[in-house]
């Protein structure tokens, strides 16, 4: 089956680094992917991992491990617009993405 | 990347009734895909689209409920048929795009069932 698996909500203060951790079960991997969702919103592109390791862009980076199912976004310098819910999603081969439930980032002054 | 747009972009629609949604795209692209968001939930592919066959459907939606057309390279619509309070959804259809293969979004359709 297809399981992922994020924290629900998170807080953090404006200036800060905050980590925003996914796990995944997929029957297939083609990538992981992060987007950014504000409320009413449709979900943005943020970042994109195949291989292990670290893929920095700007004030956001993210992580894989593919042995682990494991994979993080990390964002630095947090700022008030940053408040957003962050979706991981897995493409599962075929273009078949499955996304996760969301974290729901709340940046507070 | 291309540019999506979703018609209309919210609607109130009585029990019962249906409603199409309309995805049209600036660019041509082999498939089109169908999301639902559920109120506070992430998001649940409905089907794939691609241009002159049927629409492939995910694991508990079905065609009699969510029919799919796909005319051209640019356009598609989802209807939601017979609907319930439990279709009040975002609505959302995306396409695959760049290298990465990654999907991009058109902005929504708000549905609320009375």
């Known amino acids: 089956g297809q399981n992922i698996d994020q924290p629900t909500e998170m807080t953090a203060t404006e200036g800060a680094i905050v980590q925003i951790n996914c796990t995944y079960q997929?029957?297939?991997?083609?990538?992981l992917f992060w987007y950014q969702q504000h409320a009413g919103e449709a979900p943005t592109f943020l970042s994109y991992?195949?291989?292990?390791g670290l893929e920095e862009k700007g004030r956001f980076s993210s992580f894989l491990s593919r042995s682990k199912g494991y994979s993080y976004l990390l964002l630095k310098e947090l700022q008030m617009k940053d408040s957003a819910s962050y979706l991981c999603a897995v493409d599962n081969y075929g273009q078949n993405f499955v996304f996760g439930p969301g974290t729901r980032l709340s940046v507070l002054p | 990347s291309a540019v999506i747009s979703q018609k209309p972009s919210r609607d109130i629609c009585q029990r019962g009734t249906s409603l199409t949604i309309q995805c049209q795209v600036d660019s041509q692209v082999t498939m089109m895909f169908w999301y639902r968001q559920q109120p506070g939930q992430s998001l649940t592919l409905i089907a794939t689209a691609n241009q002159g066959s049927e629409a492939t459907y995910e694991s508990g939606f079905v065609i009699d409920k969510f029919p799919i057309s796909r005319p051209n390279l640019t356009f598609s619509t989802l209807t939601v048929s017979n609907m319930s309070p439990e279709d009040s959804s975002i609505y959302l259809c995306?396409?695959?795009?760049?290298?990465?293969?990654?999907?991009?979004f058109g902005p929504g359709t708000r549905l609320t069932v009375l």
């Open positions: 997929t029957s297939g991997f083609n990538g």
């Open positions: 995306s396409l695959g795009q760049g290298s990465p293969d990654t999907q991009y």
């Open positions: 991992n195949v291989l292990d």
